[in-house]
Nanobody, 127 residues
Framework: QVQVVESGGGSARAGDTLRLSCRTS????????MGWFRQAPGKEREGVAC????????SYADAVKGRFIISRNNAANTVELQMNMLKPEDSAVYYC????????????????????WGQGTQVTVSS
């Protein structure tokens, strides 16, 4: 059974740093690109950052480019999202997801391709 579990959310103030972690099990981690998504109340779920299987390709949403860093550890089956210079508009539930890929690449927009999702972790940023 595939499991995707996020951790590391919480409350922060504008300008702070938070680090989210996602641990997977039940899948061959190297076969999957990984993505972080977020959903704020009343808004659609959106892509934040994704990383290809080997970690050599990463993509970021414009809203977080230059502030967030995605990384993965294929030996540990984990992916992390370091969120620097947080803003109140970063407040949302953050989800980690896995997308089976036969090539190097990842998508921030094709959410339907991600078959395995975590339950989400809340991030709240105050001004």
């Amino acid at each position: 059974q595939v499991q995707v579990v996020e951790s590391g959310g919480g409350s922060a103030r504008a300008g702070d740093t938070l680090r989210l972690s996602c641990r997977t099990s039940g899948l061959n981690f190297y076969d999957y690109s990984m993505g972080w998504f977020r959903q704020a109340p009343g808004k659609e779920r959106e892509g934040v950052a994704c990383i290809a299987r080997s970690g050599g390709i990463m993509s970021y949403a414009d809203a977080v480019k230059g502030r967030f860093i995605i990384s993965r550890n294929n030996a540990a089956n984990t992916v992390e999202l370091q969120m620097n210079m947080l803003k109140p508009e970063d407040s949302a539930v953050y989800y980690c997801a896995a997308d089976f890929k036969t090539y190097e690449g990842c998508s921030l927009t094709s959410l339907y391709e991600y078959k395995h999702w975590g339950q989400g972790t809340q991030v709240t940023v105050s001004s």
